[in-house]
Antibody
Framework: QVHLVESGGGVVQPGRSLRLSCAAS????????MHWVRQAPGKGLEWVAV????????YYADSVKGRFTISRDNSKNTLYLQMNSLRVQDTAVYYC??????????WGQGTLLTVSS | DIQMTQSPSSLSASVGDRVTITCRAS??????LNWYQQKPGKAPRFLIY???SLQSGVPSRFNGSGSGTDFTLTISSLQPEDFATYYC?????????FGQGTKVEMK
C-alpha cells in the first residue's frame, strides 16, 4: 500500500534553513507528481509546492516562492523541501502528498516545523 | 492565484441531519475541484475528485456537485464519524489552493 513518511522537522531560528524529506513506498514513485502542503497550528491547509514526476516542472505558492525549493530523487523514492530564510509564520505541520492526477490522493502523517527564536 | 471561499466556516448538526457545504472559486475552474476530510491530529483524507466523483471507499452518503465557480458537498445523513473539518481544493491552475475549511460540529 502507499506509504509516505515525512521527516526533518524540528525547532529552528528565524532566518535559518532546514530540509524536509518524504520517503515514499508502495507505488512507482517516478510516475507521480508530488506535493507539499502545510498547516499552521489551528489553521487550515495551505498548498506549498509541487514537482512533476520527472522533476522538470515545479510550482510554488506565493508565500514561499524564492525561499523554498522542492526537489526529488527518483532513485531513492524521496521528495525534499529545502526551506531557506525561515519565518515565524512558516511554523506548521508539513505534509507530503502524492499527486494522483489532479488530486492529492495519499498523504503522509506530517512533520512539525517550529520557527522560533 | 485562484481564491477558494467556503461557507459556512462552521456548522452544528446532529446525527442523521443533511449537511451542505459550499465552495466558490474566484474564477472558473471547470470541474477541477476536490474535497478532503480532516479529523483533529490526523492527515487529510481524500473524498471527492472532479467535483462529483467519489474516491474508492468513500460512503455514498457523501455527494459532490457543481462546475465553473460554484460547488457543493452534501452529506445526506450525518454519521458520528463524519464530525470533522472539510476542505475544498482547486487543481485548475498550476498553483493549487484550498478553501479555508468548514468545521462540522455536534449540536
Amino acid at each position: 500500500q502507499v506509504h509516505l513518511v515525512e521527516s526533518g522537522g524540528g525547532v529552528v531560528q528565524p532566518g535559518r534553513s532546514l530540509r524536509l524529506s518524504c520517503a515514499a513506498s508502495g507505488f512507482t514513485f517516478s510516475t507521480f507528481s508530488m506535493h507539499w502542503v502545510r498547516q499552521a497550528p489551528g489553521k487550515g491547509l495551505e498548498w506549498v509546492a509541487v514537482m512533476s514526476d520527472d522533476g522538470t516542472q515545479r510550482y510554488y505558492a506565493d508565500s514561499v516562492k524564492g525561499r523554498f525549493t522542492i526537489s526529488r530523487d527518483n532513485s531513492k523514492n524521496t521528495l525534499y523541501l529545502q526551506m531557506n530564510s525561515l519565518r515565524v509564520q512558516d511554523t506548521a505541520v508539513y505534509y507530503c502528498a502524492r499527486g494522483g492526477g489532479a488530486t492529492l490522493d495519499y498523504w503522509g502523517q506530517g512533520t512539525l516545523l517550529t520557527v522560533s527564536s | 492565484d485562484i481564491q477558494m471561499t467556503q461557507s459556512p466556516s462552521s456548522l452544528s448538526a446532529s446525527v442523521g441531519d443533511r449537511v451542505t457545504i459550499t465552495c466558490r472559486a474566484s474564477q472558473t475552474i471547470n470541474s477541477y475541484l476536490n474535497w478532503y476530510q480532516q479529523k483533529p491530529g490526523k492527515a487529510p483524507r481524500f473524498l471527492i475528485y472532479a467535483a462529483s466523483s467519489l474516491q474508492s471507499g468513500v460512503p455514498s452518503r457523501f455527494n459532490g456537485s457543481g462546475s465553473g465557480t460554484d460547488f457543493t458537498l452534501t452529506i445526506s445523513s450525518l454519521q458520528p464519524e463524519d464530525f470533522a473539518t472539510y476542505y475544498c481544493q482547486q487543481s485548475y491552475s498550476n498553483v493549487w489552493t484550498f478553501g479555508q475549511g468548514t468545521k462540522v460540529e455536534m449540536k
